[in-house]
């Protein structure tokens, strides 16, 4: 079966950091995305891992273990802008290239 | 086009009735999908296309859910005899073929259709 998890809300405080993990169980892995969704929007691509280790990009930093089936997202110097969800998702790879989704997680970041 | 663009942004219908849902992909993408969306939920994966490969089909809900791309290009997802519990967004979303190589790693959505049935 397909499992993602991700906790549902956080919060925050601007200027600080915060990280989001996410685990994951799936029939093949190719790939694990992180998006980011305000409210009423589609969501936009913020990072894609597929091998071990850390990607970073800005403000964004996204880390990976397939022998774990755990990634993170590290928020840094947090915006009021950053109020967001943010989704974990996993490509499962093999005949097909779906992209599994997790429910998201809630982040609200206070003055 | 620039982005993926779909149509409509705002659709009501009425419980009973069909409605259609367009997409027209990032141009020379060819790997599409359909996701669902209902309030304050993730994203339900519905279908994907890649190419001219067989669509992976499993996520559709029911048999009132299909979904055709013809050409390649243009998706068109159809919900017969809509019920009250369609009600969401219809998220499309098109990336280059995925490939170990890093092609198709960058899945880029449209601003998504949002049906609601009364």
């Known amino acids: 079966g397909q499992n993602i998890d991700q906790p549902t809300e956080m919060t925050a405080t601007e200027g600080a950091i915060v990280q989001i993990n996410c685990t994951y169980q799936?029939?093949?892995?190719?790939?694990l995305f992180w998006y980011q969704q305000h409210a009423g929007e589609a969501p936009t691509f913020l990072s894609y891992?597929?091998?071990?280790g850390l990607e970073e990009k800005g403000r964004f930093s996204s880390f990976l273990s397939r022998s774990k089936g755990y990634s993170y997202l590290l928020l840094k110097e947090l915006q009021m802008k950053d109020s967001a969800s943010y989704l974990c998702?996993?490509?499962?790879?093999?005949?097909?290239?779906?992209?599994?989704f997790g429910t998201g997680t809630l982040l609200a970041v206070q003055p | 086009g620039a982005g993926v663009s779909q149509s409509p942004s705002n659709k009501v219908t009425e419980k009973g009735k069909d409605v259609e849902l367009r997409c027209d992909p990032i141009?020379?993408?060819?790997?599409l999908y359909w996701y669902r969306q209902s309030l304050g939920q993730g994203l339900e994966f519905l279908i994907y296309?890649?190419?001219?490969?067989?669509?992976?089909k499993s996520g559709l809900p029911s048999d009132r859910f299909s979904a055709e791309r013809t050409g390649g290009s243009v998706s068109t997802l159809t919900i017969q005899r809509t019920q009250q519990e369609d009600s969401a967004v219809y998220l499309c979303?098109?990336?280059?073929?995925?490939?170990?190589?890093?092609?198709?790693?960058?899945?880029?959505f449209g601003e998504g259709s949002w049906l609601t049935v009364v």
């Open positions: 979303a098109s990336s280059l073929a995925p490939s170990r190589q890093g092609r198709g790693n960058t899945i880029y």
């Open positions: 799936t029939s093949g892995f190719n790939g």
């Open positions: 891992n597929v091998l071990d």
């Open positions: 998702a996993v490509r499962s790879g093999g005949a097909t290239n779906k992209l599994i």
């Open positions: 141009s020379g993408h060819t790997a």
């Open positions: 296309f890649q190419g001219n490969s067989a669509p992976d």
